[in-house]
């Protein structure tokens, strides 16, 4: 991260000629901001970028490039306001950016990145969608990121990529049946997400974000047990998930990503063993999970939802010693 900071430093002293690299290079800072949550100066980059496009492609309306690059920063654009709980303004973007990646294929039917994106848009509309209670939208919606998917991987079926994307896609899926209490489709969905990430990690071993994200679906899997009743099993799966998570903090140590989900794992495991009346075993793994909490605002401090976690975690930890104190 100081790396980045340093070279949008040296970015106003560079003369950007080209509007196409300008939307390059404002989504790219957008995407900082982003990780730092910094959301207002996320949006702006954002906004430039899809501006820049916009110049960009009044001289050169058949740019494929452009307008896969367009409908990206609209996916980035649409992803930060649907984390901010702006979900009809997550719609209009990924809308927009799917008009875009469609004008694109008109061009280049068959380009695979384009068809990636497109997927990736489709999928995080299927998110927002489902946070609206619309299930039947979201359905349609990942049944067409998936559709995506599986055509890129007839084309390049070693992709790590594409594969990463498709075992994300499947996760959401397996969400969205546990919401329509499907509980035996959600457990599928989960395992085929897992089989997809183990391909894609035989390809990348080292990509942290999909052990990352293979550690979500456990937690997910997790989650479910504990809805399900089968609390050994739910301990289990909150262990692959924490093990998982760790995998991921080895290749990059201050992944905020893996340090809030590791925390959020922690959490859930020692809920659930203060329900089984483990209490010593549940206080080892709520303090650690505020150590990753803490971790994650160390490097950023702007995430309002993750300090409030941090501090209801603390004020019940407090709570806990001042019971042990009196007891």
Not at 187 to 202: R, V
Not at 219 to 238: I, M, P, R
Request: proline share 2%; charged share 25%; glycine share 6%.
């Amino acid at each position: 991260y100081g790396e980045c900071k340093s070279l949008l430093g040296v970015r106003d002293e560079l003369w950007i000629k080209s509007d196409y690299l300008l939307g390059l290079i404002s989504r790219a800072e957008g995407f900082y901001y982003t990780v730092l949550a910094r959301s207002a100066e996320a949006k702006q980059e954002y906004l430039e970028a899809v501006a820049a496009y916009d110049r960009a492609l009044i001289t050169n309306p058949d740019d494929r490039d452009t307008l896969r690059s367009k409908g990206f920063a609209l996916l980035s654009l649409g992803q930060l306001q649907s984390g901010l709980s702006e979900l009809d303004a997550a719609k209009q973007s990924f809308s927009e950016a799917i008009a875009a990646l469609n004008s694109a294929l008109l061009i280049s039917p068959d380009y695979r990145p384009i068809i990636n994106t497109k997927g990736l848009v489709l999928w995080s509309l299927g998110g927002v969608q489902e946070s609206l209670r619309d299930f039947e939208a979201a359905k349609q919606s990942y049944s067409e990121a998936l559709a995506a998917y599986n055509s890129d991987l007839l084309i390049a079926p070693d992709n790590d990529t594409i594969l990463y994307s498709k075992g994300n896609l499947l996760g959401s899926l397996g969400d969205l049946q546990v919401e329509l209490n499907e509980f035996e489709s959600a457990k599928q969905f989960y395992s085929e997400a897992l089989a997809t990430y183990n391909s894609a990690l035989l390809i990348a071993p080292d990509n942290n974000g999909i052990l990352n994200n293979k550690g979500s679906v456990f937690h997910s899997l997790g989650d479910l047990q504990v809805k399900l009743n089968e609390f050994e099993s739910a301990k289990q799966f909150y262990l692959e998930a924490i093990a998982a998570y760790n995998s991921a903090l080895i290749i990059a140590p201050d992944s905020i990503s893996a340090l809030n989900n590791k925390g959020n794992a922690l959490r859930s495991l020692g809920d659930l063993q203060e329900k089984l009346s483990e209490r010593q075993e549940a206080l080892k793994n709520w303090q650690e999970a505020l150590e990753m909490l803490n971790r994650y605002l160390g490097i950023a401090p702007n995430d309002d939802s993750v300090r409030n976690m941090r501090d209801l975690l603390q004020e019940y930890l407090d709570n806990l010693d001042e019971d042990t104190v009196s007891s």
